[in-house]
């Protein structure tokens, strides 16, 4: 089978640093996408992570390591509007290239 | 448009009605995506359009669910005899393939309510 694993609720503190884990174990692998979710609202994009590494943009980062089937988003300097959920998405072209598989997101609640 | 477009924004029906869902995609983009969300949960892949053509349906739940794309723009999922599961959000998406980071961007969803 294939499945997207991340954690389903994390707390932190205001200015704080947050790292949310994604495992993935898909039968093959062409990038994989975080996104995040405000209560009611759209995703909306992230970052993108296809060869291994960190790729970093302003208080967001996002590591990847292929081999492990691992990623991670880092939320730096936590600010009370970084509460929502975050979605880890992966693509596999060999299931099908326009099916971007998602986890259940993880709901990052920041307090004051 | 500017954006991802999805209507209606709220649809109430009573069970065993049809419903229909329009997305109107950003405006050059052929790649179209409908997901599910229901309460709490992550999204669930239903179809993806490339064109008017769709390469993977297998996301839909079942044969009540059809999705149809006209011109290679607008969108239109149809749910046919609704039934209270089938209560959810459902999200459009669309994307411009071949540009490696195909990152998707979302309409706002039509939130379905099955009585």
């Known amino acids: 089978g294939q499945n997207i694993d991340q954690p389903t609720e994390m707390t932190a503190t205001e200015g704080a640093i947050v790292q949310i884990n994604c495992t993935y174990q898909?039968?093959?692998?062409?990038?994989l996408f975080w996104y995040q979710q405000h209560a009611g609202e759209a995703p909306t994009f992230l970052s993108y992570?296809?060869?291994?590494g960190l790729e970093e943009k302003g208080r967001f980062s996002s590591f990847l390591s292929r081999s492990k089937g691992y990623s991670y988003l880092l939320l730096k300097e936590l600010q009370m509007k970084d509460s929502a959920s975050y979605l880890c998405a992966v693509r596999n072209p060999t299931d099908s290239w326009g099916k971007f598989q998602f986890g259940a997101g993880t709901q990052v609640v920041v307090t004051p | 448009g500017a954006g991802v477009s999805q209507s209606p924004s709220n649809k109430v029906t009573e069970k065993g009605k049809d419903v229909e869902l329009r997305c109107d995609p950003i405006?050059?983009?052929?790649?179209l995506y409908w997901y599910r969300q229901s309460l709490g949960q992550g999204l669930e892949f239903l179809i993806y359009f490339q064109g008017n053509s769709a390469p993977d349906k297998s996301g839909l739940p079942s044969d009540r669910f059809s999705a149809e794309r006209t011109g290679g723009s607008v969108s239109t999922l149809t749910i046919q005899r609704t039934q209270q599961e089938d209560s959810a959000v459902y999200l459009c998406?669309?994307?411009?393939?071949?540009?490696?980071?195909?990152?998707?961007?979302f309409g706002s969803g039509t939130q379905l309510s099955v009585l």
């Open positions: 405006s050059g983009h052929t790649a």
């Open positions: 998406a669309s994307s411009f393939p071949g540009t490696g980071n195909e990152k998707l961007f």
């Open positions: 992570n296809v060869l291994d």
């Open positions: 898909t039968s093959g692998f062409n990038g």
